[in-house]
């Protein structure tokens, strides 16, 4: 079916100047960008995309970490775009993140993983609601 995905480049992949080089992996595979925004967030914003970790032990590196400096932010379109974008990210820890995908190839640590992407379609979008307005995303 066709669906929609939140997809995040994280700061270290934005400071590596690869965000092009990500987005055109999405779109090779099929994926349109229907809404996208660079954002340097701040902690609560932070803080409440990723709440349903703060019980975690790694929540304040997360957090830390997700605000060391900008990100680029997209909701991502196509069949079947939830687990597609998650092939193409690869395992959440690069060191286990098969060849070729966005992880193994940029990312350097389970911290800094280069990118982020909803893991259902429901929290795909609560997540896409979170950062965009249902007027800032597109079809096309
Ligand atoms: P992400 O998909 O953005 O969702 C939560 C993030 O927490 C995850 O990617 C990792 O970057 C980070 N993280 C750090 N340690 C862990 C861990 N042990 N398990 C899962 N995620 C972790």
Redesign the pocket.
């Known amino acids: 079916a066709l669906e929609r995905t939140l997809s995040i480049i994280k700061p270290d992949a934005v400071k590596k100047n690869v965000i092009g080089e990500i987005l055109a992996r999405f779109e090779k595979a099929g994926l349109k960008i229907v809404a996208a925004k660079m954002k340097q967030l701040t902690r609560e914003e932070a803080e409440g995309f ?1 709440a349903v ?1 703060k019980e975690r032990p ?1 929540f304040g590196a ?1 957090v830390d970490f997700m605000i060391s400096g900008p990100v680029m932010i997209q909701a991502l379109e196509g069949e079947g775009a939830v687990l597609k974008n998650r092939d193409l990210m690869g395992a ?1 820890n690069p060191k286990e993140a098969a060849a070729g995908t966005i992880r193994a190839d940029f990312a350097e640590s ?2 800094a ?1 280069a990118v ?2 909803s893991d259902s379609l429901e929290n795909a979008a609560n997540e896409i609601k979170y950062f965009f307005n249902d007027s800032d995303v597109v079809s096309h």
């Open positions: 990723y970790h790694f997360l959440t389970i911290d993983n982020h992407g």
